[in-house]
């Protein structure tokens, strides 16, 4: 982590943009909740201006390549600048992570229906991320969120943190020929076998980690979890493509998931992953697990009613009362947080 730059309530960043407190810290600085003139809220992320890896650039750059390509699941750039010693950009602010939600979750699981419904959602992220050129090479539940209940996106889920992009393409659309060796980028607990080979990832790559992780998701652990040596857990993934350790990694998940992790294997380099089989899988598990009987029908995601009850209890609080609870569960989740990433291993 770089420079962390420290901003006190109550300033003014730019010219539209006041602090309001600080909600946590990424691989590039620090995240603060700033409002507007109108007391909407947002997201504020900072950066040291003197970064040599400045990653909220890339950030910023991917960010706005999706706003103008109209990607379903991103935040939307507010503004940008630079100020003193830090560069700056306002975007939307979301809701808790999935990661978060998870952990929460009885059994640090969610529902096979919330599991799958949100799998969905985040494998379209990756869709359309990958539609501008780029690969997320940082996939894991602690970069999907859900939206705010202020704004009645509780069923919508973003992804976050682009700073680990790379684009795969050329100017003229053509796919770049892999490196020799490439080093390895993500969170060891759900990187690709590729990551652990030190090979160049393709977009095969990003969709095996999101496998992963709906796996975690659907029931609430990876069989590596316990597994400190990254050479070690990358033979175990390898493994997996056997049948004692397949049914490790998917036991207890709908059968439905060997099929994807089939087709994401059966591709090469150059591949476009076969992104629409893949959804068609998930509806075809939602149907036969009883959980939706059509597309058209909605159900309730689990953390639907309980994040529903606290907006109304946070709207009934006092502006100080609020302030303090908001506090005091920013900082469980932080704690939880820094527990999780202790048990996935470094991020590179």
């Known amino acids: 982590m770089g420079e962390l730059i420290l901003l006190p309530a109550g300033k003014k960043v730019g010219q539209h943009w006041t602090i309001d407190r600080k909600l946590g810290a990424g691989a590039f600085g620090a995240v603060y909740r700033c409002s507007n003139e109108k007391g909407e809220f947002f997201a504020l992320k900072v950066e040291g201006a003197n970064e040599k890896i400045q990653l909220l650039k890339m950030e910023l750059y991917v960010l706005t ?21 830090f560069i700056y950009v306002v975007m ?3 809701g808790r992570s999935l990661q978060d939600l998870r952990l929460s979750a009885p059994s640090k699981k969610f529902s096979l229906g919330t599991a799958i419904g949100t799998g969905i959602q985040c494998l379209e992220a990756l ?4 539609s501008i050129g780029y690969l997320h090479r940082d996939v894991k539940p602690g970069n999907y969120t859900i939206g705010r209940a202020e704004l ?13 992009c790379r684009k795969f393409i050329h100017e003229d659309g053509t796919i770049k020929k892999p490196r020799a060796a490439a ?18 990832l393709c977009r095969l790559d990003d969709c095996e980690t999101w496998l ?7 029931k609430g652990s990876l069989p590596w979890r316990n597994l400190r040596n990254m050479e070690e857990i990358g033979r175990f993934k390898k493994s997996c493509r056997s049948n004692i350790p397949m049914k490790q990694l998917f036991g207890g998940c709908p059968r439905e998931y060997i099929d994807i992790l089939r087709l994401i294997d059966g591709g090469k380099f150059f591949d476009e992953p076969k992104y629409s089989a893949i959804y068609s899988i998930l509806h075809k598990a939602l149907t036969n697990l009883g959980v939706q009987a059509s597309r058209d029908i909605e159900f309730p995601y689990d953390w639907e009613e309980e994040e529903e009850r606290k907006m109304e209890e946070n709207r009934s609080m006092s502006k100080d009362l609020r302030n ?4 005091k569960e920013e900082k469980e989740r932080n704690e939880r947080k820094q527990r999780e990433e202790e048990e996935e291993g470094a991020r590179f």
């Open 152 to 164: 009645h996106e509780l069923r919508k889920v973003y992804v976050l943190d682009f700073g680990m």
């Open 65 to 85: 390549e999706l706003n103008k390509s109209g990607g379903r699941h991103f935040c939307r750039v507010e503004d940008k600048g630079k100020m003193e010693n």
């Open 127 to 130: 869709e359309d991320l990958h």
């Open 183 to 200: 080093n390895f980028r993500g969170t060891v607990k759900y990187a690709p076998v590729a990551c652990h080979m030190q090979r160049e």
């Open 324 to 327: 303090a609870k908001e506090k």
């Open 92 to 94: 939307t602010l979301v």
């Open 212 to 218: 992963y992780m709906l796996v975690e998701i659907t």
